[in-house]
T-cell receptor
Framework: NAGVMQNPRHLVRRRGQEARLRCSPMKGHSHVYWYRQLPEEGLKFMVYLQKENIIDESGMPKERFSAEFPKEGPSILRIQQVVRGDSAAYFC?????????????FGQGTRLTVV | GENVEQHPSTLSVQEGDSAVIKCTYSDSASNYFPWYKQELGKRPQLIIDIRSNVGEKKDQRIAVTLNKTAKHFSLHITETQPEDSAVYFCAASSSSNTGKLIFGQGTTLQVKP
């Protein structure tokens, strides 16, 4: 089991460009969560997805940010028209379907730098 | 919504001493409380967790206590070693699926040799 895989590990974008962050959950996991960690701060919940469904997006900024978890392929966190304040580490976590285990496993993160 | 407060923000101890980090939560419906260790530039890694039906849990040098009435929980590390130096985060979850976590602000632990 390869664990939660995120790519790219590092991403540099100029202001105004788009950033696409990918997350492949652990095998057998159907729930994906995205968190953002600003420098020297804690992790902030952004969005919770299951296959083809957004379950909870209460932590997502209202504009420029979107997330999806298609039937096939990885979950994508998309940031349009990036600004300097979007520079952060973005972590994805996955967990099994409810009723099985409880632990959320984190990926290595994508470090986004906006220049 | 849920809010988690964590103290202290930094903690420096001598090798061999104990370290205690405390967290409080606001949502009485919270029922799962994990602790994560994050080394510089790396992912958060679960070190111990506790559920609301248990008051204490221990794993070698690490223990966690939970006081549901007071809505606080603590991490205790005994016989600290330099490799324990990292940022520690507490978290709480009130959903049936524990992947949605509300994190504390983090504690930077430094263990001096």
């Amino acid at each position: 089991n390869a664990g939660v895989m995120q790519n790219p590990r590092h991403l540099v974008r100029r202001r105004g460009q788009e950033a696409r962050l990918r997350c492949s959950p652990m095998k057998g996991h159907s729930h994906v969560y995205w968190y953002r960690q600003l420098p020297e701060e804690g992790l902030k919940f952004m969005v919770y997805l299951q296959k083809e469904n957004i379950i909870d997006e209460s932590g997502m900024p209202k504009e420029r940010f979107s997330a999806e978890f298609p039937k096939e392929g990885p979950s994508i966190l998309r940031i349009q028209q990036v600004v300097r304040g979007d520079s952060a580490a973005y972590f994805c976590a996955s967990s099994p379907p409810a009723g099985r285990s409880t632990e959320a496993f984190f990926g290595q993160g994508t470090r986004l730098t906006v220049v | 919504g849920e809010n988690v407060e964590q103290h202290p923000s930094t903690l420096s101890v001598q090798e061999g001493d104990s370290a205690v980090i405390k967290c409080t939560y606001s949502d009485s419906a919270s029922n799962y409380f994990p602790w994560y260790k994050q080394e510089l530039g790396k992912r958060p890694q679960l070190i111990i967790d506790i559920r609301s039906n248990v008051g204490e849990k221990k794993d070698q040098r690490i223990a966690v206590t939970l006081n549901k009435t007071a809505k606080h929980f603590s991490l205790h590390i005994t016989e600290t070693q330099p490799e324990d130096s990292a940022v520690y985060f507490c978290a709480a979850s009130s959903s049936s699926n524990t992947g949605k976590l509300i994190f504390g602000q983090g504690t930077t632990l430094q263990v001096k040799p």
